[in-house]
């Protein structure tokens, strides 16, 4: 497929997981793509590598600046930069809670609001925030995690609304369990890895968890100029968890 062919993607987090399979993804598919994220070792040396801290504003001006200039624009945004956290309601402190929703809801403002004047000047332009499935489904042990991915949900329906006049389109991904880098430290992390692995995998119908691969194409398609029509979206891609039960 070349249907990004002529365009320039920006994708956070772009060095593993969900990230990096989009970024391939889209490179793939014909687009210019830029890979931003506090570690870049990863990325391939044919991709643009950007080191960048969705927690600063400098940081997140300059890379997002050097992108568009080394690129030629910017027509395509995935907010996917993000961190996980465990335990219930008592169970992080402040500053935890300070730390992941700047990550992963102001650090989605900070990019995008950097993103919006180059975004403005294509006849292109889409943004995708990479939610979850927990922002919809209560999940044990995700209480600080499931608020911030709740608030992307709600951030992406208001940014749609606020762009939707000017071209932009705005939507996300919702995955549920994905066999990610994070999962599986927290796996590592577990009493029983084996155990705590197989009730991941059963509490998605499908009974197994989501690839990254299977995510970017879920992304690629909103970002896509063939989903012209589709804004205001949170795409589910959770095995039937959300909406199935068996």
Excluded at 6 to 16: H, I, K, R
Excluded at 157 to 177: F, K, Q, S, Y
Aim: hydrophobic share 50%; glycine share 10%; charged share 20%.
């Amino acid at each position: 497929m070349t249907d990004f062919d002529g365009l320039v993607a920006l994708v956070t987090g772009g060095n593993s997981g969900i990230g990096a399979a989009t970024v391939r993804m889209l490179a793939g598919r014909g687009a210019r793509v830029a890979a931003l994220d506090v570690a870049v070792d990863a990325v391939d040396s044919a991709i643009l590598a950007l080191e960048c801290d969705v927690t600063d504003s400098a940081s997140v001006d300059r890379a997002v600046t050097e992108a568009a200039e080394r690129l030629g624009g910017i027509d395509v945004l995935v907010n996917n930069a993000g961190i996980g956290a465990t335990g219930d309601v008592g169970h992080n402190d402040d500053e935890e809670w300070a730390r992941v929703l700047d990550v992963n809801v102001v650090g989605i403002a900070r990019v995008t609001r950097a993103a919006l004047p180059h975004l403005r000047r294509s006849p292109h332009a889409a943004v995708v925030n990479t939610c979850s499935v927990v922002a919809f489904v209560g999940v044990r042990q995700r209480a600080l995690y499931s608020a911030s991915k709740g608030a992307v949900a709600a951030l992406t329906l208001a940014m749609a609304a606020d762009h939707v006049g000017e071209g932009i389109r705005v939507n996300a991904v919702a995955p549920g369990t994905a066999d990610t880098p994070w999962v599986s430290r927290l796996l590592q992390a577990a009493e029983d890895p084996a155990a705590t692995a197989e009730a991941l995998r059963r509490r998605q119908p499908m009974g197994r968890l989501v690839t990254a691969e299977e995510v970017a194409a879920a992304i690629a398609y909103l970002a896509s100029p063939a989903a012209a029509s589709t804004t205001g979206t949170v795409l589910g891609v959770d095995g039937g968890m959300a909406g199935l039960r068996l």
